[in-house]
T-cell receptor
Framework: DQQVKQNSPSLSVQEGRISILNCDYT??????FLWYKKYPAEGPTFLIS?????DKNEDGRFTVFLNKSAKHLSLHIVPSQPGDSAVYFC???????????????FGTGTRLTIIP | DTGVSQDPRHKITKRGQNVTFRCDPI?????LYWYRQTLGQGPEFLTY????????KSRLLSDRFSAERPKGSFSTLEIQRTEQGDSAMYLC????????????FGSGTRLTVV
């Protein structure tokens, strides 16, 4: 039962353009969401997060949007740079609703390739 | 501080053997997590410690798996009687107080069971 879904296994974007990575979830108890980036032979690196009380969070070139009614979130990267080429994982937790549950449920990832 | 360290980076073992992995978290981090990642999948939660207490354990973790964090510092993950299905990347992560600002992951231990 895949509770967090990233339906696009790969995405290619021209350098300088916007990259949009999508994530859908099924568990309505999820109330905290994170994006991680992973380079080969390294562990995932935290990028940005959002609580369910917000619908947008921005950090530099990265913005995460949350649509609770659609159970959908997206990560926007503007402008895209060659160093952004990596696998991006969406993750979710039922943290607030489940008394501080620390478990993260990850999606299967999207491989982003930035074309110079 | 060099981040989260995991040892070994790679382990090849024969089916039925026991293996043990070590994780050294960032020194001031009181929370430590173990995840497993197989090819084409995202990391799957295995277990979580706050200091030396193991607070949660996934149903994925069979009786062959055990994790410890003595004295709330480094942690070990042991797999007994390994099976080919145990082949995966085992990731350790740590955080201070809460994951809400993101875990810091190690580079993982890749286990291959032959």
């Amino acid at each position: 039962d895949q509770q967090v879904k990233q339906n696009s296994p790969s995405l290619s974007v021209q350098e300088g353009r916007i990259s949009i990575l999508n994530c859908d979830y099924t568990n309505s108890m999820f109330d905290y969401f994170l994006w991680y980036k992973k380079y080969p032979a390294e562990g995932p690196t935290f990028l940005i997060s959002i609580s369910s009380i917000k619908d947008k969070n921005e950090d530099g070139r990265f913005t995460v949007f949350l649509n609770k009614s659609a159970k959908h979130l997206s990560l926007h990267i503007v402008p895209s740079q060659p160093g952004d080429s990596a696998v991006y994982f969406c993750a979710a937790s039922a943290f607030i609703s489940n008394f501080g549950n620390e478990k993260l449920t990850f999606g299967t990832g999207t491989r982003l390739t930035i074309i110079p | 501080d060099t981040g989260v360290s995991q040892d070994p980076r790679h382990k090849i073992t024969k089916r039925g053997q026991n293996v043990t992995f070590r994780c050294d978290p960032i020194s001031e981090h009181n929370r430590l997590y173990w995840y497993r990642q197989t090819l084409g999948q995202g990391p799957e939660f295995l277990t979580y410690f706050q200091n030396e207490a193991q607070l949660e354990k996934s149903r994925l973790l069979s009786d062959r798996f055990s994790a410890e964090r003595p004295k709330g510092s480094f942690s070990t993950l042991e797999i007994q009687r390994t099976e080919q299905g145990d082949s995966a990347m085992y990731l350790c992560a740590s955080s201070l107080d809460s994951f809400m600002y993101g875990y810091t992951f190690g580079s993982g231990t890749r286990l291959t069971v032959v």
